[in-house]
């Protein structure tokens, strides 16, 4: 019971795992409202409210592990997590100067020397350790969230967009069979090419807006937009320690 309320009361919880799972669960809870008769709550009612919660649940459960699956693709695909690439001299999203200023204080609070432009190109691989050691502290550092509450505002919006691209296929299989079941119902007339009716037509409508908006919306680029607005959100920190 304290798990199921942690997930409502919690806000991480709540943002970045609840919510992406009642997204993907959409076409679930559209197919129960449309063809439920909610005026007389019977057994089958019940059944399928029964099913519908326990199918959230356990993807709220899952969905972090989906998250993270997706976020260990993309740290590949973006050479590092941005809170390691912002620190690299090479990296042109922060300017040198503000740069400097994070190795600086940097250097001082994970108690490691950070490397200069030479070092870094020689030797990449080290100098990612020290950035990522730079992470480490900077995290631990931070954990007060009356502190930092846009740290903390950013990390729930990363989560979000992580774990709902992590559940895109997922969504997407559930709104296209949502679609399919519509033209299913109302066979007859797709059978002479005409379009749904009633509440066919609704099923139909809704799945196909659902599926735009996954693959329109729900993309790598908006999650690496999240970690980038994180990563930048943790790096200010350092200004702070």
Same mark, same amino acid.
């Given at each position: 019971?304290?798990?199921?309320?942690?997930?409502?009361?919690? !806000?991480?919880?709540?943002?970045?795992?609840?919510? !992406?799972?009642?997204?993907?669960?959409?076409?679930?809870?559209?197919?129960?409202?449309?063809?439920?008769?909610?005026?007389?709550?019977?057994?089958?009612?019940?059944?399928?409210?029964?099913?519908?919660?326990?199918?959230?649940?356990?993807?709220?459960?899952?969905?972090?592990?989906?998250?993270?699956?997706? @976020?260990?693709?993309?740290?590949?695909?973006?050479?590092?997590?941005?809170?390691?690439?912002?620190?690299?001299?090479?990296?042109?999203?922060?300017?040198?100067?503000? =740069?400097?200023?994070?190795?600086?204080?940097?250097?001082?609070?994970?108690?490691?020397?950070?490397?200069?432009?030479?070092?870094? @190109?020689?030797d990449p691989t080290d100098a990612d350790e020290r950035y990522r050691a730079v992470t480490t502290a900077l995290l631990s550092k931070t954990r007060d969230t009356s502190k930092y509450p846009l740290l903390f505002k @950013?990390?729930?919006?990363?989560?979000?967009?992580?774990?709902?691209?992590?559940?895109?296929?997922?969504?997407?299989?559930?709104?296209?069979?949502?679609?399919?079941?519509?033209?299913?119902?109302?066979?007859?007339?797709?059978?002479?090419?005409? /379009? /749904?009716?009633? =509440? @066919?037509?609704?099923?139909?409508?809704?799945?196909?807006?659902?599926?735009?908006?996954?693959?329109?919306?729900?993309?790598?680029?908006?999650?690496?937009?999240?970690?980038?607005?994180?990563?930048?959100?943790?790096?200010?920190?350092?200004?702070? =320690?």
């Amino acid at each position: 019971m304290e798990a199921i309320l942690k997930k409502f009361t919690d !806000p991480y919880e709540r943002k970045a795992r609840l919510y !992406p799972a009642l997204l993907a669960a959409l076409p679930v809870i559209v197919l129960i409202a449309l063809y439920t008769d909610w005026l007389t709550f019977g057994v089958e009612n019940a059944l399928y409210i029964t099913v519908a919660a326990a199918g959230l649940f356990w993807l709220t459960g899952k969905i972090r592990d989906l998250g993270k699956a997706v @976020e260990n693709r993309l740290v590949t695909k973006w050479e590092g997590m941005p809170s390691v690439t912002l620190l690299r001299h090479r990296d042109s999203v922060l300017d040198r100067y503000t =740069t400097q200023r994070y190795h600086k204080a940097a250097a001082v609070l994970a108690d490691v020397s950070l490397p200069d432009p030479t070092e870094e @190109e020689s030797d990449p691989t080290d100098a990612d350790e020290r950035y990522r050691a730079v992470t480490t502290a900077l995290l631990s550092k931070t954990r007060d969230t009356s502190k930092y509450p846009l740290l903390f505002k @950013e990390n729930i919006n990363y989560g979000f967009w992580r774990n709902l691209r992590g559940v895109k296929p997922i969504a997407c299989a559930l709104a296209a069979a949502l679609v399919a079941f519509g033209l299913w119902l109302d066979r007859a007339l797709v059978m002479d090419l005409q /379009p /749904p009716e009633g =509440t @066919e037509r609704v099923a139909v409508v809704a799945g196909i807006m659902m599926l735009f908006g996954w693959f329109t919306t729900v993309t790598d680029e908006a999650v690496r937009r999240a970690a980038q607005n994180y990563a930048q959100r943790l790096l200010e920190a350092l200004d702070q =320690t």
